[in-house]
């Protein structure tokens, strides 16, 4: 599983609420310039641009609403992903659907 990915699950291993929002910020800014471009990531990259607005003007509610569709754009890219990277992604995928 690329580091990356990893990181972000363990982030997200003690739950959303343990996740402090600077954190969350700079995790969604790193994933949103590591997928942008990527073909067939259009729709993660637009909620994580979302997400990040949301988070950056304090909106958490906001933030936490998205995160079930962020989710379900992650789980569609398992497939496609390096076979090395598809359960992690489906695994972020589900702590993001909560």
């Known amino acids: 599983m690329n580091e990356q990915l990893k990181q972000t699950i363990d982030a997200l291993s003690g739950g959303l609420q343990g996740v402090p929002a600077s954190a969350a910020v700079a995790n969604v800014t790193s994933w949103h310039q590591t997928l942008d ?3 067939g990531a259009e729709t993660v990259v637009e909620h994580l641009a979302s997400l990040k607005a949301a988070l950056e003007s304090g909106d958490l509610a906001g ?3 998205m995160l079930p569709d962020l ?3 992650t789980e569609s890219l398992a497939p496609d992903a ?3 990277d598809q359960a992690g992604l489906r ?3 589900g702590a993001l659907q909560g």
Do not use: D, M
């Open 91 to 93: 695994q972020l995928a």
């Open 37 to 39: 471009g990527v073909p």
């Open 71 to 73: 989710g379900a754009a």
């Open 82 to 84: 390096p076979e090395a």
């Open 63 to 65: 933030a936490a609403a």
